[in-house]
């Protein structure tokens, strides 16, 4: 049989690049009305388990070995909130909105809406 012949392809795996800052100073507090712009650091995600390499990026590139993570529109409203976030590999997006809701001083997922794919 002819496809003994080809050996599997061995895919890299890829990298989780995130994008430095939650964009367009877009924490929005609704009882001030007033926008806040903060950046993502090194430290913040030295704890956070991944089976993914994390790294921290300031621009998206085309590089498809690495699944850049974008965050915007940060909005917290009492005791529910709200986050978009884009995900880019290569040439390919996902844009999503999730959404969270405070429970004895805890937050827990409520649902995903998907905005966009391209």
């Known amino acids: 049989m002819i496809l003994k012949l080809y050996k599997p392809a061995k895919k890299k795996q890829i990298k989780i690049g995130l994008l430095d800052s939650i964009t367009t100073e877009s924490l929005i507090s ?7 712009n903060f950046k993502i650091s090194k430290n913040e995600i030295l704890n956070f388990r991944s089976k993914y390499i994390i790294e921290i990026f300031k621009v998206n590139n085309l590089d498809s070995s690495i699944l850049f993570v974008k965050f915007s529109n940060f909005r917290i409203d009492n005791d529910l909130a709200s986050i978009e976030v884009k995900k880019i590999l290569g040439i390919s997006m996902s844009h999503s909105k999730y959404y969270f809701k405070k429970k004895n001083g805890r937050w827990f997922f409520i649902k995903k809406e998907l905005l966009s794919i391209g």
């Open 30 to 36: 609704k009882e001030e009305n007033k926008f806040v």
